[in-house]
């Protein structure tokens, strides 16, 4: 190819190679249906993204951190049915809202207290968390669904500000927030160096165990945050919420450009690894692809794109 | 005369403007053991890895009985016949004894071949008993000390009926019965004609146990001598030789009579025994001694990255608890870590970002975003005063050589001020011009009051840098000298264990 392909290769491999095929998508949805590129469309995919990118948001931080937290679909579901059940009991959305978030934070502080002070892994970890949370949540509710929420709760997620979907502003205004805290404050540089070189940020009087605590507490109160918008969508907690979360979150995460090994990615990557996911759920819903046929999609598209990245 | 099995000619190698290995000549005989000394960095480590076929050469010729051949990876040497053994050990340990000895060589079955563990453990019991080792070869390798490994890590060469042995200091760590064992392993050797080279930092084994010397002094072989007609002062100096000694620039100041840095029967995690030592305002201390003498663990535990167990440590005359490097960092204290890679610098951030991450404090405007101008300009200004070449802060670390690399550690320090200053080794693997551009930073830096801890186990730096030194013998201070009462020579001679010390 020689250095001209070696060029398109090094831009294709960063953002603006996302952001193309991310257009590709695009197009090919627009030919394929009349409907996809409608302005009611178009708002409607950033409402269904608004969940992921959250629930990414706090992901990309744990990855970026060098670790890995595999709990968050079950903490989402956890913290949706908190939020319920504080509400049917108290009447009060903000109690509700409080205690969904306070337990993503508390399970957060728990898988963070636990990879650095007990020194086990953070895959597994989180892996056991997953399971713990998902059977917390099943046993609180006994399987079965919180119904009756106060109307106005169903807002967040299924509410309209001037046409725009409310969870889609929220999750545009936690993006912001993260974004500077990542690139324009001390932690984020503190973070990103850690992910990338555990000893040499130790040494560089880095106070790592507070940080690697820290990336799991957020990751476990945006969790929550997740969660209460799907709870809200619904006007219902249900306990078996977010199933395989943890999934797309990952997904968009290292589409974005983040590596498993921690240290590189940003939080623009993971925002557009969000997009191709969701522009990918909504076109193939309009096409009428088979359900069963997406996931093999989504798990094509994930290889491919680690198979490109793979060629530094 | 017999003749040689091993014969290597004008071998060179780089790495990067380092010369590793400049016009080397070498030759074994079958049956030989045959000592390859010199000072750390002398290149003996290189001539193994090409050997191995680890990594290549630049330039040379390999002939094995005469014939010349290429060793292009370390599969091809091993179907040669030369097998390695080094320092770091290459054994698995949740595996036994036998499946270790016989780890990518097992003798299997026709049916698929699968493992046959009836064989594979008669064989290696025969083996065991033909060297009298008394292991049990059902034994995991993780139950055993270091010095059984390593004799199971030499089983393990010789099951592929190695003819060439590599021992890279194979006797380090291992205790004195251990090194009997192993010797006696290697008499046996060479009676069934194997031919071995073996590294060692301690004069006495080559004497006790080889039958040549050869000895490597900056990449050159600068002579081989037969062991029976050579002594211990001949080798010392040929090893150190006449250096130039403008490289080293002395310093303007003497250093103060301020205690900056105490510790009383200070000990630590790694440490063999208790320390006592003091550093002065605007001093450089030496500390020194031979690969494994405990240096590195001793400046891990004053920077508080290595957990301190008993003793005192005392800064400015105040008694500190040091938990974490984050600890030292308040009192004003900097660490230079020996390995600048994995230790030292984020290789794959940008220069300005690994100048500024021990003191990132200094940039945040408005008590929490960072002003990325204010980066720009600290590490512009740090990197121009340590002629970092390139002069570009954005590049990234890992692209720069290994000498401005050095400079970016000791820049990330810079910025913050420090009063102490820990370095490992900070002149390991960069070229002749780099090193002195860092004896000169040090300079200045002890002229400015900065108290220095200087690790190293070059003996004619330490001897032509430092004001006074100590030299560590197994984990213990031996003696202490001034460097304008001594040579490079006598600090070789204790630190090696010889007449001088107390």
């Given amino acids: 190819m020689g250095l001209k392909g070696s060029k398109i290769k090094k831009v294709l491999k960063g953002e603006l190679g996302l952001v193309l095929v991310l257009i590709f998508i695009g197009i090919l949805f627009s030919i394929l249906s009349n409907y996809f590129l409608m302005p009611k469309n178009l708002l409607n995919i950033t409402r269904q993204i608004s969940t992921n990118l959250i629930v990414a948001i706090g992901m990309t931080f744990v990855i970026l951190c060098g670790e890995i937290d595999l709990s968050v679909g079950s903490v989402a579901a956890l913290a949706g049915v908190a939020t319920g059940s504080f509400m049917v009991l108290t009447g009060s959305i903000y109690l509700g809202i409080i205690a969904g978030i306070s337990i993503g934070m508390l399970i957060g502080v728990i898988n963070g207290i636990l990879v650095v002070y007990g020194k ?26 919180i119904s009756g929420l106060l109307e106005m709760f169903g807002f967040f997620g299924a509410g309209y500000i001037k046409n725009i979907p409310a969870s889609s502003i ?47 507490t957020i990751s476990g109160i ?87 990245k793979r060629g530094d | 005369m017999e003749q040689a099995i091993l014969k290597l000619k004008n071998i060179y190698k780089h790495f990067g403007g380092i010369k590793a290995l400049r016009d080397v000549d070498f030759s074994l005989k079958k049956g030989e053991i045959h000592a390859l000394i010199g000072e750390n960095g002398a290149g003996k480590s290189t001539l193994i890895k090409i050997l191995t076929g680890v990594t290549q050469m630049d330039e040379g010729e390999i002939f094995i009985y005469g014939k010349k051949i290429s060793i292009e990876n370390p599969v091809v040497a091993r179907f040669k016949g030369i097998a390695a053994i080094y320092q770091e050990l290459g054994l698995i340990e949740n595996l036994s004894v036998a499946q270790n000895i016989y780890l990518g060589n097992e003798p299997t079955k026709k049916f698929m ?12 019991s025969d083996y065991l008993k033909e060297f009298k080792i008394e292991i049990d070869p059902n034994r995991k390798v993780s ?67 080889c039958d040549m010397v050869t000895v490597l002094r900056n990449g050159k072989n600068v002579g081989t001598f037969k062991v029976s007609n050579v002594n211990k002062q001949t080798l010392i100096k040929t090893m150190i030789g006449r250096e130039v000694y403008d490289e080293y620039p002395r310093r303007k100041l003497k250093p103060s009579s301020d205690v900056l840095l105490q510790t009383e029967d200070f000990f630590a995690e790694g440490m063999l025994k208790k320390i006592s030592l003091k550093l002065y305002k605007g001093e450089i201390l030496g500390i020194t001694g031979i690969i494994g003498a405990g240096k590195s663990e001793l400046g891990g535990a004053l920077f508080g990255s290595v957990k301190r167990i008993s003793g005192k440590l005392k800064i400015k005359g105040r008694e500190v608890d040091l938990r974490a490097p984050k600890d030292a960092c308040i009192y004003r204290m900097a660490y230079i870590p020996e390995d600048r890679k994995n230790q030292g610098l984020f290789l794959a951030h ?69 009063d102490i200053v820990i370095m490992d080794e900070p002149t390991r693997g960069i070229d002749v011009g780099a090193k002195t551009e860092v004896y000169n930073l040090i300079n200045e830096l002890a002229d400015s009051g900065v108290g220095i801890i200087f690790l190293s186990s070059e003996f004619i730096e330490v001897k032509n840098i430092c004001d006074r030194i100590l030299i560590l013998r197994k984990g213990a201070i031996v003696n202490e000298v001034k460097s304008d009462d001594t040579s490079s020579e006598e600090i070789l001679t204790i630190a090696l264990g010889g007449n001088n010390s107390r």
């Avoid at chain 1, 086990?120 to 970890?125: A, H, N, R």
């Avoid at chain 1, 090994?261 to 759920?281: D, E, F, P, Q, R």
């Avoid at chain 2, 101008?373 to 050589?401: E, F, G, T």
């Fill in chain 2, 113 to 124: 071949g699968w493992t046959d563990n009836r064989i594979l453990l008669k064989n290696s």
């Fill in chain 1, 120 to 145: 086990v892994q953070s895959f597994i970890v989180t892996l056991a968390m997953l399971g713990i949370a998902r059977g917390l949540a099943l046993f609180w509710t006994n399987g079965k669904p």
């Fill in chain 2, 350 to 418: 940008s220069v300005e970002d690994n100048l500024l991450i021990a003191n990132i404090n200094k940039i945040i405007v408005g008590k929490l975003f960072l002003s990325l101008r204010k980066k720009r300009i600290y590490a512009m200004d740090i990197a121009k005063k340590l002629r970092v070449i390139p002069l570009d802060v954005l590049i990234r670390a890992q692209n720069l050589s290994g000498g401005n690399q050095q400079k970016v550690v000791i820049g990330k320090w810079m910025i913050g001020n420090p």
């Fill in chain 1, 170 to 216: 929220i999750a545009i205004f936690i993006f912001f927030v993260a974004y500077i805290f990542l690139n324009r404050t001390k932690h984020g540089t503190y973070i990103k160096s850690i992910g990338a070189n555990r000893e040499v940020a130790r040494l560089s009087a880095i106070p790592i165990n507070r940080y690697r605590i820290f990336v799991f």
């Fill in chain 1, 222 to 308: 945006l969790c929550g945050v997740g969660g209460i918008i799907i709870t809200s969508r619904l006007l219902s907690a249900q306990p078996v919420a977010a199933t395989g979360l943890e999934l797309d979150v990952i997904a968009a995460v290292i589409l974005g450009g983040a590596s498993l090994s921690g240290g590189v990615g940003t939080l623009m990557g993971t925002l557009i690894g969000a997009m191709i996911i969701g522009v990918i759920n909504n076109g193939m819903n309009l096409v009428g692809i088979s359900a069963f046929f997406q996931q093999i999609v989504k798990g094509i598209i994930i290889l491919v794109a680690v198979l490109v």
């Fill in chain 2, 143 to 209: 139950e055993l000390g270091l010095g059984q490994k390593r004799i199971i890590e030499i089983l393990k060469a010789l099951s592929i009926n190695a003819q060439i042995l590599l021992l890279d200091e194979a006797a380090t760590g291992m205790s004195k019965a251990e090194i009997d064992i192993l010797f006696k392993i290697m008499y046996n050797l060479k009676k069934q004609k194997v031919s071995m080279i073996y590294i060692s930092h301690h004069l006495e084994e080559v004497f006790k146990i």
